[in-house]
């Protein structure tokens, strides 16, 4: 996307419609990497988010971007991605037009600030479950006044620094800071977590919530749709974004949740590597199993 792509933002959230604040930003602007995915948050599209799991080569961004993808999710919390590795992916991701948003393994300064400097335009920390925790990741995640990220010369602004507040002022505008709520303690406390300032969004990793709910799977329980009405309506009153991991066999849930709270509903896993490629195997097989069947075999296109 190019840097003046966008010249103004629609209204989303219940804020007023403003002027795109990082055309103010002249000096860093034609350095900028935007970030794809807050963009049409704010423009009040849905984001699907293609997920790595095992397939960490960069060449992977370009058949995502090729899907229409517009974020990768890279998940540093279950998955061996080291953090070499993931900064590659991240960097990959910039040149192809693809946020990078990663999920850490911890509450931890080294990560988040490491993987930010270093081409991550969205961090996820899992199992918050208090506002303090939130507080630490605004400090961890955003430069000042927001918080105390020490600024770097990252990939984002393509190892430059033109103007030191103006870059300070354009990774806080473009990095995306998300608490993860997956336990009953985090959405008991979701109201005052989504009420601390500089974060960007909530994520919902509703696999372990509902197993933190002691209903582990049963998504079409009705405790599940209103624990994630709940969050988003925390969101919505502050503000931020929803998005969810864990659901992408269930968009049935996220639709009616997009249509009960509008443009807070914003992004969502949708597809993960080692899914695609079992069920591509599948398909493969189950297709030369015909042919020794004798079974007609229709020739793909």
Same mark, same amino acid.
């Given at each position: 996307?190019?840097?003046?792509?966008?010249?103004?933002?629609?209204?989303?959230?219940?804020?007023?419609?403003?002027?795109?604040?990082?055309?103010?930003?002249?000096?860093?602007?034609?350095?900028?990497?935007?970030?794809?995915?807050?963009?049409?948050?704010?423009?009040?599209?849905?984001? =699907?988010?293609?997920?790595?799991?095992?397939?960490?080569?960069?060449?992977?961004?370009?058949?995502?971007?090729?899907?229409?993808?517009?974020?990768?999710?890279?998940?540093?919390?279950?998955?061996?991605?080291?953090?070499?590795?993931?900064?590659?992916?991240?960097?990959?991701?910039?040149?192809?037009?693809?946020? =990078?948003?990663?999920?850490?393994?911890?509450?931890?300064?080294?990560?988040?600030?490491?993987?930010?400097?270093?081409?991550?335009?969205?961090?996820?920390? =899992?199992? %918050?479950?208090?506002?303090?925790?939130?507080?630490?990741?605004?400090?961890?995640?955003?430069?000042?006044?927001?918080?105390?990220?020490?600024?770097?010369?990252?990939?984002?602004?393509?190892?430059?620094?033109?103007?030191?507040?103006?870059?300070?002022?354009?990774?806080?505008?473009?990095?995306?800071?998300?608490?993860?709520?997956?336990?009953?303690?985090?959405?008991?406390?979701?109201?005052?977590?989504? /009420?601390?300032?500089?974060?960007?969004?909530?994520? %919902?990793?509703?696999?372990?919530?509902?197993?933190?709910?002691?209903?582990?799977?049963?998504?079409?329980?009705?405790?599940?749709?209103?624990?994630?009405?709940?969050?988003?309506?925390?969101?919505?009153?502050?503000?931020?974004? %929803?998005?969810?991991?864990?659901?992408?066999?269930?968009?049935?849930?996220?639709?009616?949740?997009?249509?009960?709270?509008?443009?807070?509903? /914003?992004?969502?896993? /949708?597809?993960?590597?080692?899914?695609?490629?079992?069920?591509?195997?599948?398909?493969?097989?189950?297709?030369?199993?015909?042919?020794?069947?004798?079974?007609?075999?229709?020739?793909?296109?």
């Amino acid at each position: 996307m190019s840097p003046t792509a966008i010249t103004e933002q629609p209204a989303t959230n219940g804020k007023a419609k403003v002027a795109d604040p990082l055309l103010a930003l002249d000096k860093v602007l034609p350095v900028l990497s935007r970030n794809p995915l807050k963009d049409r948050m704010q423009a009040g599209n849905f984001s =699907p988010c293609y997920y790595i799991q095992m397939v960490s080569s960069p060449e992977v961004l370009n058949l995502a971007k090729l899907a229409g993808y517009h974020a990768t999710v890279l998940n540093l919390e279950h998955h061996k991605t080291g953090i070499e590795t993931a900064s590659d992916i991240c960097l990959a991701a910039l040149n192809r037009g693809i946020a =990078p948003i990663c999920i850490v393994p911890s509450l931890q300064n080294d990560w988040i600030s490491r993987l930010l400097d270093n081409g991550a335009q969205g961090i996820i920390v =899992p199992r %918050v479950g208090t506002a303090d925790m939130a507080k630490e990741m605004v400090r961890f995640g955003k430069h000042r006044p927001l918080g105390e990220r020490p600024l770097a010369f990252s990939p984002q602004l393509q190892f430059q620094i033109p103007d030191f507040k103006q870059a300070q002022e354009a990774q806080n505008l473009t990095s995306i800071i998300a608490p993860m709520i997956e336990t009953v303690e985090g959405l008991s406390n979701v109201e005052e977590i989504a /009420a601390v300032h500089g974060l960007d969004a909530i994520f %919902v990793g509703v696999h372990d919530l509902s197993d933190d709910m002691g209903i582990g799977g049963e998504f079409s329980n009705p405790l599940i749709y209103d624990a994630l009405s709940k969050i988003c309506r925390a969101a919505a009153a502050n503000g931020l974004y %929803v998005g969810f991991g864990g659901l992408e066999w269930r968009p049935d849930l996220i639709g009616r949740l997009r249509k009960d709270f509008g443009s807070t509903v /914003a992004f969502g896993i /949708a597809g993960r590597d080692g899914v695609f490629l079992l069920n591509g195997m599948r398909e493969v097989v189950k297709r030369f199993q015909d042919v020794e069947a004798g079974i007609d075999v229709p020739a793909l296109a």
